[in-house]
C-alpha cells in the first residue's frame, strides 16, 4: 500500500557528492516519518538519517557533519545529499517509510540504489 522508489545512486571518488532521492506512493497520507539505512556485503542495516513529517531528524553517527535529509511533504519525497564521501560509505542504500495510524505502525522498503566510492 506503500511504495518507495530511490534514484540517485551511482559511482562517486572520495570527497565527492551524490543526491539520493525517494519518492513515496500509495497511502502516504499517513506516513510520519520516512528515511534512509544503508547495507555494505557482510555487514548489518544500519540507519543513515531519518526525518519526521515535521522535520524533525535524526543521523547515524558516521555520517553526521556530511550527509544531510530533507524533505518535501508536498511530493512525499525526500532526499540525502551526501558530501565528503568516504570509501567505507559504500553500500546498498535503503529508503525507509513508518506509517502510524492511531496504535498502528507498518514499514515499508525501497529496492536500494548502489553507491560505490572508490579511492
Known amino acids: 500500500q506503500v511504495q518507495l522508489v530511490e534514484s540517485g545512486g551511482g559511482l562517486v571518488q572520495a570527497g565527492g557528492s551524490l543526491r539520493l532521492s525517494c519518492a513515496a506512493s500509495?497511502?502516504?497520507?499517513?506516513?510520519?516519518?520516512m528515511g534512509w539505512y544503508r547495507q555494505a556485503p557482510g555487514k548489518e542495516r544500519e540507519l543513515v538519517a531519518v526525518?519526521?513529517?515535521?522535520?524533525?531528524?535524526r543521523y547515524g553517527e558516521s555520517v553526521k557533519g556530511r550527509f544531510t535529509i530533507s524533505r518535501d511533504n508536498a511530493k512525499n519525497t525526500i532526499y540525502l545529499q551526501m558530501n565528503s564521501l568516504k570509501p567505507e560509505d559504500t553500500a546498498v542504500y535503503y529508503c525507509?517509510?513508518?506509517?502510524?495510524?492511531?496504535?498502528?505502525?507498518?514499514?515499508?522498503w525501497g529496492q536500494g540504489t548502489q553507491v560505490t566510492v572508490s579511492s
Open positions: 525507509n517509510a513508518k506509517r502510524t495510524v492511531v496504535i498502528s505502525t507498518s514499514e515499508y
Open positions: 500509495g497511502w502516504t497520507a499517513s506516513i510520519n516519518a
Open positions: 526525518i519526521t513529517r515535521d522535520g524533525g531528524t
